[in-house]
């Protein structure tokens, strides 16, 4: 996703592919950020943030700071903004740790690949001819599947609990050498001697899964968590209380038996849900201790991070514009209650989105959990199914709208009422990004050999600013280098 103020027509000056390599979106970024003068002139590299606290009395931030060389600076500051990301750190649950202590091969989080070790020193490819076993089938987990096919293992196994991540709607995998472990959770290692047979629990007795042998290697896709141990308790976006995290419907002025979800493509088979009595509060919307990236107890708080869009770089800037604007005074900062109230509003709206209601009401996730395996909604290539995704695309984009509104962001997709001619067109390139994955199981088997969603056909894919179109990739995704040109050592493998 470009930028407004920096096209990749402005940068590439040609036409590019839907999916870039990551060496020339960082090439994108830092010519955008730099264009018009050096903003890394006042950036303290190499030095870590010990703690952040509030001075009530001064109405000040103080910042403890600590360069590598282990000089301790203490810095004060009228307003703060919590920039860390929300993958901050590598989350590895202690739990799946302490079930595979008895694991024999490698065991790593996915951000630490570059740490996985060849057979002998001279092996600088550590996954080729493994069988390796991916925790989590979400972003991670379909990325470093692909990148393991590319590099040759020979087997790669996916398990996960909800099989509701992208790897899980892939329609096919390159050479079919992915296999899902769907509604799964890994065991521990099997008691016969190998330390590389893995058990596992099954969690719908639809799909039984079996022990899994000879895996050299275990990529931990379990996400991560954010940075915040900097931040003192009061300055914390989530509160940290026995009575966090649950509302319910007499909260926001509604009554738990009355309420109705509007009608939706899902009524049909759901009918109506009632509403759980206790609601999960922090949404990827909605955060309980905080507004619109403004910590509720205290507005000169500020947290820039993305939601849920297929469009990170695109929702970070508009929130970086929000931010700025709450700064300068041309986006005022709502009283408490005007942030308490508007919270409830939003937690409202978001009950008629399918989605987020499945995370935040325990209730409508067991309905929606029981729908038949047979049923569209199991199925992302039927047109029901897309008329599905495009009611959950269409509320995620109003989100955002309402956030470009509030930043005064010079792009504009619509509003939280409607999306204009710009955001319908977003939610058209979404919907086709989406169904890509799925619409892999209708190839034929030839195709199947070689094609990933990457190979997409980019014709409905253009820029939001200038129209400019995509355009394919310089071969196959199998068969180009990490700087996305031809790699002539793979193109037999998979003509």
């Known amino acids: 996703m470009e930028f407004f103020d920096y096209t990749f027509e402005d940068h590439f000056k040609t036409p590019q592919p839907v999916y870039l390599p990551r060496q020339q979106i960082l090439d994108y970024v830092m010519a955008r950020v730099t264009m018009h003068e050096d903003i890394f002139q006042n950036v303290c590299f190499n030095t870590s943030v010990d703690s952040v606290t509030y001075d009530e009395e001064d109405e000040q931030f103080a910042i403890i700071s600590r360069d590598k060389g282990g000089t301790i600076t203490t810095s004060r500051f009228d307003k703060c903004i919590w920039a860390g990301g929300i993958n901050g750190k590598p989350k590895m649950p202690a739990e799946i740790v302490e079930k595979l202590g ?15 070790t060849g057979s002998s020193p001279d092996e600088k490819n550590a996954v080729e001819g493994k069988r390796i076993l991916l925790i989590g089938d979400s972003y991670s987990g379909e990325d470093l599947a692909l990148q393991c096919i590319k590099l040759g293992a020979e087997r790669i196994f996916v398990t996960t609990r909800s099989a509701s991540g992208s790897a899980s709607y892939m329609g096919s995998w390159p050479e079919d050498r992915v296999e899902i472990l769907k509604f799964s959770n890994v065991s ?12 596992f629990d099954t969690l719908n007795e639809k799909y039984p899964v079996p022990d899994v042998e000879d895996i050299s290697i275990i990529i931990c896709c379990t996400g991560y968590i954010p940075n915040l141990h900097m931040l003192e308790e009061k300055l914390q976006p989530w509160k940290k209380s026995e009575d966090c995290g649950e509302w319910c419907m007499e909260d926001v002025g ?20 009632e509403p759980s009595t206790e609601l999960e509060s922090n949404t990827d919307y909605v955060v309980e201790n905080s507004y619109r990236r403004l910590l509720i107890s205290n507005p ?39 942030m308490l109230e508007e919270n409830a509003r939003e937690l409202l709206e978001s009950m008629q989105n399918h989605e987020v209601r499945y995370y935040i009401d325990e209730n409508f996730k067991e309905a929606v959990d029981e729908i038949p395996e047979d049923h569209w909604f199991h199925d992302a290539t039927s047109e029901e199914n897309v008329l599905f995704e495009r009611e959950s695309g269409s509320y995620v984009l109003r989100v955002l709208a309402g956030y470009m509104r509030d930043a005064i962001y010079p792009l504009n997709l619509g509003d939280m009422d409607g999306l204009n001619k710009t955001g319908v ?23 199947k050999q070689w094609k990933t969603f990457r190979d997409i056909d980019p014709s409905p894919f253009s820029s939001l600013v200038t129209g400019m179109g995509s355009v394919p990739l310089k071969g196959k995704w199998l068969e180009i280098d990490n700087d996305g040109k031809p790699d002539l050592s793979k193109q037999s493998r998979s003509s």
């Not at 800037?317 to 604007?325: N, S, T």
């Not at 939610?427 to 195709?447: I, V, W």
Request: proline share 3%; charged share 25%.
């Open 102 to 116: 008895g694991f024999k091969g490698q065991l790593v989080h996915s951000s630490a690949m570059d740490e996985l």
């Open 254 to 273: 509604e009554n738990t038996k009355t309420w109705r979800m509007k009608e939706n493509s899902l009524t049909p088979i759901l009918g109506h849900v």
């Open 300 to 338: 000169n708080m500020m947290f820039i991070s993305y939601c849920s869009t297929d469009y990170p770089l695109m929702e970070i800037d508009v929130i970086a514009w929000l931010c700025l604007a709450y700064i300068t005074g041309e986006r005022a900062i709502p009283t408490k209650t005007q």
């Open 425 to 447: 067109k977003l939610l058209h390139m979404m919907c086709n990004e989406d169904k890509e994955r799925a619409l892999l199981k209708n190839c034929d088997e030839d195709t």
């Open 188 to 199: 521990g290692v099997k008691d016969d001697g190998t330390g590389k047979t893995l058990v």
